[in-house]
Antibody, heavy 119, light 111 residues
């Protein structure tokens, strides 16, 4: 059974940093690209970032480019999102999600971790 | 950017009734890249439909999707108690920024 479990969310001040983790199991982690998707309060879902199975290719939404860094540790089946220079508008539930072989849809998701940016 | 607009925002129905949810794209899109998800509070979103009409593994046949061009529909033929949730559509646009966009969701609540 595929499972993805996010952690690392919390309250952080504007300008601060936070690192999210996503522990994956139930599939060959290194064979699949994975992503972060977020949902701000009262808003729809927003794709944040994706990384290839090997970690060699990374992609970011314009809203987080230069501030967020996606990475992965395939030996520990873990995905990360390093978030720097956080803004109030980054407040959201952050989900990790897996792509199937083609990067068209997200076939498995975690339950999310809440990040609140506030003074 | 492809903007997906879902309607209605909320649907109040009783178990056993039929639910019809709409997802409209801001421009003509390929049905190959249109998906639907179910999301319950505190749970992981669940892929229901991909390629506009193909059910994902394990999805009951009361869920069906269809559409083309700019208009797509998710239908739940007979609502079960576990179907009351938020449903959102998603599109993959190759070469677009961002590549993956989502509708704002339709909440199906118990009447």
């Amino acid at each position: 059974e595929v499972q993805m479990l996010e952690s690392g969310g919390g309250l952080v001040q504007p300008g601060g940093s936070l690192r999210l983790s996503c522990a994956a199991s139930g599939f060959t982690f290194s064979s699949y690209a994975v992503s972060w998707v977020r949902q701000a309060p009262g808003k729809g879902l927003e794709w944040v970032s994706s990384i290839s199975g090997s970690g060699a290719a990374t992609y970011y939404a314009d809203s987080v480019k230069g501030r967020f860094t996606i990475s992965r540790d395939n030996s520990n089946n873990t995905l990360y999102l390093q978030m720097n220079s956080l803004r109030a508008e980054d407040t959201a539930v952050y989900y990790c999600a897996k792509f199937p072989a083609q990067w068209l849809v997200f076939d498995f998701w975690g339950q999310g971790t809440l990040v609140t940016v506030s003074s | 950017e492809i903007v997906l607009t879902q309607s209605p925002g909320m649907l109040s129905l009783s178990p056993g009734e039929r639910a019809t949810l709409s997802c409209r794209a801001s421009q003509r899109v390929s049905s190959d890249y249109l998906a639907w998800y179910q999301h319950k509070p505190g749970q992981a979103p669940r892929l229901l439909i991909y390629g506009a009409s193909t059910r994902a593994t394990g999805i009951p046949d009361r869920f069906s999707g269809y559409g083309s061009g700019t208009d797509f529909t998710l239908t739940i033929t007979r609502l079960e108690p576990e179907d009351f949730a938020v449903y959102f559509c998603q599109y993959y646009g190759a070469g677009r920024s961002p590549p993956w966009t989502f509708g704002q969701g339709t909440k199906v609540e118990i009447k």
